[in-house]
C-alpha cells in the first residue's frame, strides 16, 4: 500500500484530480507513449540506468552505488508495473516479489463513497500535503518554473519544489532530469538517451530471479477499502486540523538560543553520518 500512496499523492496534485468527484485512481496504464531512456545518476548515489513505457506497461532497471554508514554497497534493480501487477527484483539476490496492483481496487472503493466522502477525500489529502510540505521551511506547495532546457537532445520544462528539480517533456510524461538532497541523500538524474520506441526486453521479468508472489486480490480490496474509508473520515479531517493548529503553535513559541546549522555543519554532520561504520563501532565496543 505504501507504493500506491505515492501514486495518490501525486495524482492529487493534477489538475484533473481537483475535482472532487474525479476517481484519481483510475490512471489504467493505457495509451502510454513508447520511450526508452538511459540515464546516469550522481550525487551520493551513481550508476545507470533505463526506463521504457508502451501502452499499458512502465519498467525500470537500474545500478547505483553509494556509501552509507561506513559501508559502500552496490545495488542492481528490476521492476515493472502493468494493469494487474506490480513486480519488483533486486538482481543481486536474484529475489523478487510480484504483488498486486492496487490502484485498481482503490478506484472501486472510491467510487464506492457518497458524494460528501469524495469531497472529504480529496480536501483531506490536499491538507495534509501542504501541512507536510509546510513542515520543512522552503519547501513550497505548489512548484515553480523555470524555463526549458534540454536534455540528450529533448526539450523539458524545468520545475522546482522546495529542495527537488525535475525537468519533464512537455509532449510525454517523460523526467529528463531530477535531483534533490534529503536528510543527508544528495540525488541526481539525468538522461543520456532518448529513444521514441519501446525496450521489448526490458518488460521480459528476469528468469534468474526467485520470485514470492502476493497476489491476494480480496486483501487488496480490503485495504484499499480500509485507506480510502480513513482518508474520507472525518476523524482524518479533525486530525489533520489539530496537527496544523500544533505545528502553528510551536512556530510562534521563541526559540531561545537554538540556532540552524550552517551549510558546512550540515555537510559535515551527513559525512560524518556516512562514513560512520556500525560494525566497526559495535566491535570496538565489543572489545
Known amino acids: 500500500m505504501r507504493r500506491a500512496v505515492a501514486c495518490v499523492l501525486l495524482l492529487l496534485l493534477s489538475p484533473v484530480a481537483g475535482h472532487a468527484q474525479t476517481n484519481p485512481f483510475k490512471t489504467k496504464l493505457k495509451g502510454l507513449p513508447s520511450f526508452t531512456v538511459d540515464y546516469s545518476y550522481g550525487g551520493d ?23 552509507f554508514f561506513g559501508k559502500t554497497t552496490t545495488t542492481t534493480t528490476w521492476s ?83 529542495s527537488f528539480s525535475f525537468c519533464t517533456m512537455k509532449s510525454a510524461p517523460i523526467v ?46 480490503s485495504a484499499a477499502r480500509a485507506f480510502i474509508g480513513q482518508f474520507a473520515s472525518q476523524a482524518m479531517a479533525d486530525s489533520i486540523a489539530k496537527a496544523k493548529a500544533e505545528l502553528a503553535s510551536a512556530k510562534s513559541q521563541p526559540s531561545g538560543n537554538q540556532s540552524q546549522m550552517t551549510p558546512d555543519q550540515q555537510k559535515q554532520m551527513c559525512d560524518a553520518i556516512k562514513n560512520f561504520s556500525l560494525a566497526t563501532a559495535m566491535n570496538n565496543a565489543m572489545k
Open 45 to 67: 548515489m551513481t550508476g545507470t540506468g533505463r526506463t521504457s513505457s508502451s501502452d499499458d506497461r512502465f519498467a525500470a532497471s537500474e545500478t547505483r552505488t553509494g556509501k
Open 176 to 221: 529528463l532530469y531530477s535531483s534533490g538532497s534529503f536528510l543527508c541523500l544528495n540525488f541526481e538524474q539525468t538522461a543520456t538517451k532518448v529513444s521514441r520506441s519501446a525496450d521489448p526486453v526490458l518488460f521480459q521479468p528476469p528468469t534468474e530471479v526467485k520470485w514470492t508472489e502476493n497476489l491476494d486480490r480480496a486483501r487488496a480490496d
Open 80 to 162: 515493472m508495473t502493468d494493469p494487474d501487477f506490480i513486480w519488483s527484483a533486486d538482481l543481486a539476490k536474484k529475489t523478487g516479489l510480484k504483488s498486486v496492483n492496487p490502484l485498481p481496487s482503490m478506484a472501486k472503493a472510491y467510487d464506492d463513497l457518497d458524494r460528501d466522502a469524495k469531497a472529504r477525500f480529496t480536501s483531506n489529502m490536499r491538507e495534509m500535503m501542504q501541512f507536510v510540505t509546510r513542515a520543512f521551511p522552503g519547501m513550497p506547495f505548489e512548484g515553480e518554473k523555470k524555463g526549458t532546457r534540454s536534455y540528450a537532445g529533448e526539450s523539458c520544462e524545468f520545475t522546482e519544489v522546495g
